[in-house]
C-alpha cells in the first residue's frame, strides 16, 4: 500500500531534549516536505527536499532540522525543543516539486508534539 | 500566488450534493486551482485540480467559471464521512514551492 509513514504519533517532551521525527515513503516520491499545523495558522511548510541530498527551507525553519540522505527517508530534527514549537507536524511527498505533475501530495498521519 | 476566500463553515445533508465556493479573482493564467480535504486533524488529502476546464474524478467535480475567478468543488452524493475541512488553493504548475493553505471551509455532513 502507498504510504507516507511518521513516527511517532504522539510525543510530550521537556524543553531542550533533542528530538527527532521521522518520515519514511514507499512511492520512489523525489519531493518530500514538512509541515507544521497549528490553530488558526493553517499549514506551514517547514522544510522541503527536491531529491537526495537537497533541501531547502520553507516558510518557518527556524529551530529545525532536516536531512535526506535517502530517498524514502526524510528526519526532522529539533535539537533544543521549545514550547513554541508544540504543533502537529506533517510529513508529506510527492513525485515531484508542486510545479511539475506532482500535484498529488501524499500526507503522513500527522505527529502530536507537545513541548513543556 | 493569487488568494483563495472560501466559507467558514458550511452544511449540507446526508446524500445531497454539497457544493464548496472558493474566489480566486486574482487568479494568473498559469494558475491552477488545487482542493485537498482534511478530516479531523489526519493528513490532508487530494481531491482534485484544474486549469480552465471542468473536472470529474471518482471523488468530485470541479467547476470553473470561464473568466476562472471561481470555483465550485460538488461532492456528487455526500455521507458523514466526507465531513471535513476543504480547502481551496491556486498555485502556479512550474513553481518549485509549496502550495499555501489557508483556512478552508468547515464542511459538516447531517444526517
Known amino acids: 500500500e502507498a504510504q507516507v509513514t511518521q513516527n511517532p504519533r504522539y510525543l510530550i517532551t521537556v524543553t531542550g531534549k533533542k528530538l527527532t521525527v521521522t518520515c519514511s515513503q514507499n512511492?520512489?516520491?523525489?519531493?518530500m516536505s514538512w509541515y507544521r499545523q497549528d490553530p488558526g495558522l493553517g499549514l506551514r511548510q517547514i522544510y522541503y527536499?527536491?531529491?537526495?541530498?537537497?533541501?531547502d527551507k520553507g516558510d518557518v525553519p527556524e529551530g529545525y532540522k532536516v536531512s535526506r540522505k535517502e530517498k524514502r527517508n526524510f528526519p526532522l530534527i529539533l535539537e533544543s525543543p521549545s514550547p513554541n514549537q508544540t504543533s502537529l507536524y506533517f510529513c508529506?511527498?510527492?513525485?515531484?516539486?508542486?510545479?511539475?505533475?506532482?500535484?498529488?501530495?501524499?500526507f503522513g498521519p500527522g505527529t502530536r508534539l507537545t513541548v513543556t | 500566488d493569487a488568494k483563495t476566500t472560501q466559507p467558514p463553515s458550511m452544511d449540507c445533508a446526508e446524500g445531497r450534493a454539497a457544493n464548496l465556493p472558493c474566489n480566486h479573482s486574482?487568479?494568473?493564467?498559469?494558475?491552477?486551482v488545487y482542493w485537498y480535504r482534511q478530516i479531523h486533524s489526519q493528513g490532508p488529502q487530494y481531491i482534485i485540480h484544474?486549469?480552465?476546464?471542468?473536472e470529474t474524478n471518482e471523488m468530485a467535480s470541479l467547476i470553473i467559471t470561464e473568466d476562472r475567478k471561481s470555483s465550485t468543488l460538488i461532492l456528487p452524493h455526500a455521507t458523514l464521512r466526507d465531513t471535513a475541512v476543504y480547502y481551496c488553493?491556486?498555485?502556479?504548475?512550474?513553481?518549485?514551492?509549496?502550495?499555501?493553505w489557508g483556512a478552508g471551509t468547515k464542511l459538516i455532513i447531517k444526517p
Open positions: 508529506a511527498s510527492s513525485f515531484g516539486p508542486i510545479g511539475t505533475h506532482a500535484y498529488e501530495q501524499y
Open positions: 512511492m520512489n516520491h523525489e519531493y
Open positions: 527536499s527536491m531529491n537526495v541530498e537537497v533541501t
Open positions: 486574482t487568479i494568473s493564467g498559469n494558475e491552477y
Open positions: 484544474g486549469l480552465k476546464n471542468n
Open positions: 488553493i491556486v498555485r502556479a504548475m512550474d513553481s518549485n514551492y509549496q502550495l499555501i
